[in-house]
């Protein structure tokens, strides 16, 4: 069993910065990548972020993409979000998910399919 623990959630001002944190932990895994998601309320969960733990290579959304940055840190199996140029529409929980297993993936690591272990999620709350 993996644990996946998202941090770095709050309240901030439209125009703010905030930066989400994901450590995952546990006996005997690897990373094949790992992802960010958020739900607002009413909404489905949609894609944000998504970052290959061999090589690096990072998606966006297109909401987010040139103010968000994924970004990981291997050592503390720790992946990040800096989110910047925050807007009232970036309201919502956010979560952080982990692929463990080698089976294929969508191209943008974008499908909820593609990860198998996520965790409890993390309030961001962008005030206008």
């Known amino acids: 069993q993996v644990q996946v623990v998202e941090s770095g959630g709050g309240l901030v001002q439209t125009g703010g910065s905030l930066r989400l944190s994901c450590a995952t932990s546990?006996?005997?895994?690897?990373?094949?990548?790992m992802g960010w998601f958020r739900q607002a309320p009413g909404k489905e969960r949609e894609f944000v972020a998504g970052?290959?733990?061999?090589?690096?290579?990072?998606y966006y959304a297109e909401s987010v993409k040139g103010r968000f940055t994924i970004s990981r840190a291997h050592a503390k199996n720790t992946v990040y979000l800096q989110m910047n140029s925050l807007e009232p529409e970036d309201t919502a929980v956010y979560f952080c998910?982990?692929?463990?297993?080698?089976?294929?993936?969508?191209?943008?690591?974008?499908?909820?399919?593609?990860?198998?272990?996520w965790g409890q999620g993390t309030q961001v709350t962008v005030s206008s």
């Open positions: 998910a982990a692929k463990t297993t080698p089976r294929p993936a969508s191209s943008w690591l974008s499908l909820h399919a593609d990860y198998d272990f």
């Open positions: 970052i290959r733990w061999s090589g690096g290579t990072t």
């Open positions: 546990g006996r005997s895994f690897s990373t094949y990548a």
